[in-house]
């Protein structure tokens, strides 16, 4: 028996309220797909994360589940190397053929404006779930689709549009507003899936702990970049990541402290002449000498040469 339009909708506002409810209980957003399968709809379970990477269960026309593997901690993830010249997530089809069920169901969630959930992989059976998301076009020759992370993104880009075309000539409008609605697209790619894996994926690494002084308080812990967002390798993987808590990565970003390429945090020597309270003692000036924790995997643990860069740049501004 198939959905119709009306169940079409209401199961997708049903998951949303599911996960937005499982999210709220989780210390680092991140699910466990056992966690994200509890779903029930009309007193019916329904897994939404199974063997594909596409799903539609049966009877509904469009599919409403979009997922990316893990990779490894020092490799980017899969969507890394896939955002569009228009600041858009791409989703590879499923196969070569357009034609295949999966890619249909796709197209269909497409055609009909139907949101999805994407689940985007940080460790073995544990997802960031990123919803509603949108299937904006599809690419017949690179056999991609395009995803769009909230509607508000999607009228903009005709509000932009249509605004810039009242006041400037055509083309200039046109290139504007691509311009403008491609920033914004980055933008939100950026602040709603990259930062957000990233840090489920450095925090995961560092089992939840600040690297320098070992707090276990979820809501107080960040993933700080070695290298900076945007310089060369200063890319979202979890060798140029730190798992520190919001103090330590301050501190960390003002240069107030660093971590040298042997893994022992350095305090800045003007800070360890000030006199003040507690947080100043126990917080900063204690940890100078300390070594870090660092994941016990390998290919997860900070990069010496990263490092190195870091700590050449602490030297020259201290
Ligand atoms: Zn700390």
Redo the contacts with the bound molecule.
């Keep these: 028996m198939g959905f119709d339009g009306a169940e079409e909708a209401a199961i997708r506002a049903a998951m949303f309220a599911h996960l937005d409810a499982l999210v709220e209980q989780s210390p680092d957003g991140t699910l466990t797909s056992a966690e994200i399968n509890t779903f029930t709809f009309d007193d019916r379970p329904h897994p939404l994360i199974v063997q594909q990477g596409i799903w539609k269960p049966a009877g509904l026309a469009a599919a409403l589940t979009i997922r990316t593997a893990y990779p490894q901690p020092d490799r980017p993830p899969p969507y890394e190397d896939a955002i569009g010249e228009d600041g858009l997530l791409r989703y590879k089809f499923r196969g070569t053929d357009p034609g295949h069920s999966d890619n249909r169901a796709l197209r269909r969630a497409m055609e009909d404006r139907r949101p999805l959930a994407y689940f985007v992989g940080v460790d073995r059976g544990c997802y960031l779930p990123v919803h509603p998301v949108w299937i904006e076009a599809e690419d017949r020759h690179r056999l991609e689709f395009s995803v769009s992370l909230d509607e508000i993104h999607r009228d903009l880009l005709g509000d932009v549009r249509h605004d810039l075309a009242h006041d400037l000539a055509h083309d200039l409008a046109h290139d504007l507003a691509g311009v403008v609605t491609r920033r914004y697209a980055e933008r939100l790619t950026r602040d709603r899936l990259h930062q957000p894996v990233f840090r489920a994926r450095v925090l995961r690494a560092y089992r939840g702990r600040?690297a320098?002084?070992r707090?276990r308080q979820p809501r107080l812990l960040d993933a700080a970049h070695i290298i900076p967002d945007g310089r060369p390798r200063g890319d979202a993987v979890v060798p140029n990541g730190l798992a520190?808590?919001k103090?330590?990565h301050a501190a960390y970003d003002a240069d107030l402290m660093a971590v040298r390429p042997d893994l022992v945090v350095e305090v800045a020597p003007r800070l360890l002449r000030e006199h003040d309270g507690p947080m100043l003692l126990h917080g900063l000036q204690e940890m100078d000498g300390r070594r870090i924790d660092v994941p016990t995997l390998r290919r997860a643990r900070p990069d010496p040469e990263r490092l190195e860069d870091r700590y050449r740049r602490f030297q020259e501004v201290g």
């Design positions: 600040c320098v002084c707090l520190l808590c103090i330590h």
